[in-house]
C-alpha cells in the first residue's frame, strides 16, 4: 500500500518536471516541438551563395533549427521552390521580382515604390513576406579604366555621351544581345542621346569583358555594381547621373508561414541586414572569386567580424 503511493507520488512528480522543461523549451527560437526547420536556399552564383550561407550561420547562431539548401541553379527553379513550400527563405533583388514576377516595366525609379508595391504583391498573391531590403544594390553599370577615364576625362555617362557624341573613338565592350536588348544599350541610348557606332562596338561573350577591357581590347564595358574585378583591379564605374539603371535591392524573402511560427524574425534578421551593402559586396564577392577563397570561409569571417557570430 504505501509502495503504491510512492511510486504514485513519484510519477506525479516526474510529470511535473517533464512539463516544465518543455515549456522552457518553447521559449528559444526553434527548440519546441511544434517549430520545424528553416530551409534557407539560394541561387548558384558567388553572391547569392554567401547571402544564403551568411543566413544559414546566422539563424544557427540564434538558435534556429537550419537546413541548408544553397545553391539552386535557375531563377524559375528557386522561385518555384519557395512559393512550393520546397525552401523557406532566400535572397531576392527588388528590379528582378518586379520585372520578371510581375511582369511590369521598370519605368517608376523611386526604388522605396518598387520596394513597397513588389513586397505588397507577393504577399497578396503568394504569401511571401519581403522583410526590410538592405542597401546592396546589384544593378547595371558602365566600368572603364583609370587611365582612360583620367585621358579623356569622363566620369558619369553623360561625360561618355558627349564624348560619343562629338566623334571621339571609344571602344564598347558586350555581348550582341546587349546592344539590342531593349533595357540594355538602347535604353540608355534614349535616355542619354548618343550611339555606340558600330567599329567601335567589341562582341564578346559574357563573362570575357573585364579581362578584355584590362588588356586594352576596349575602353568601356558594362558590369554589375558588385562585380568583384572592378574593386581587385581599380576599375572606374561612371555615375549614372540620370538614374536610368533600375535598383535592384538585396531582400530576404520568407513564406508567410515561416514568420507565423517564429514572428521574431523579421527583427532577428534586421541585424545582419543592416550590415550588407554594394561595397560590402563587392568586397565579398572579389574575395571569393578573385582570391579563391571559399563561399564558407568568406561568408563564416564576414559574420564574425561584424559579431554576428562567435
Aim: net charge negative.
Amino acid at each position: 500500500m504505501k509502495i503504491g503511493k510512492i511510486f504514485r507520488r513519484v510519477l506525479a512528480a516526474t510529470v511535473i518536471m517533464s512539463t516544465a522543461i518543455s515549456a522552457v523549451g518553447c521559449g528559444n527560437g526553434g527548440e519546441s516541438s511544434d517549430k520545424k526547420e528553416i530551409v534557407v536556399s539560394s541561387k548558384d552564383y558567388t553572391e547569392n551563395l554567401l547571402l544564403g550561407k551568411m543566413t544559414v550561420e546566422y539563424l544557427k547562431e540564434k538558435g534556429y533549427e537550419v537546413k541548408d539548401e544553397t545553391g539552386m541553379s535557375g531563377q524559375g527553379i528557386i522561385r518555384n521552390a519557395l512559393t512550393s513550400g520546397e525552401v523557406d527563405t532566400y535572397w531576392e533583388f527588388t528590379g528582378t521580382a518586379y520585372m520578371e514576377f510581375m511582369k511590369k516595366e521598370l519605368t517608376d525609379q523611386d526604388p522605396e515604390k518598387v520596394y513597397e508595391e513588389v513586397k505588397e504583391w507577393d504577399m497578396k498573391e503568394n504569401k511571401i513576406s519581403w522583410l526590410n531590403h538592405s542597401t546592396l544594390n546589384n544593378t547595371y553599370c558602365f566600368v572603364t579604366t583609370s587611365d582612360i577615364a583620367d585621358k579623356n576625362n569622363i566620369k558619369t555617362i553623360s561625360d561618355l555621351a558627349k564624348a560619343y557624341n562629338e566623334g571621339k573613338e571609344l571602344k564598347f565592350i558586350a555581348n550582341p544581345e546587349y546592344f539590342e536588348r531593349a533595357d540594355g544599350m538602347p535604353k540608355l541610348n534614349d535616355a542619354y542621346g548618343f550611339e555606340v557606332p558600330e567599329k567601335d562596338k567589341v562582341l564578346l561573350e559574357l563573362g570575357m569583358f573585364y579581362n578584355a577591357l584590362i588588356n586594352g581590347e576596349g575602353d568601356f564595358t558594362v558590369g554589375f555594381t558588385t562585380d568583384g574585378m572592378i574593386e581587385a583591379n581599380d576599375l572606374v564605374v561612371l555615375e549614372d547621373d540620370k538614374d536610368i539603371f533600375p535598383v535592384y535591392y538585396g531582400t530576404p524573402v520568407f513564406r508567410s508561414e515561416i514568420i507565423e511560427l517564429y514572428p521574431e524574425l523579421p527583427e532577428v534578421m534586421d541585424e545582419l541586414i543592416s550590415k550588407i551593402d554594394t561595397k560590402t559586396m563587392m568586397d565579398l564577392n572579389s574575395q571569393v572569386d578573385i582570391e579563391k577563397k571559399t563561399v564558407d570561409e568568406v561568408a563564416r569571417k564576414f559574420l564574425a567580424d561584424n559579431g554576428l557570430i562567435k
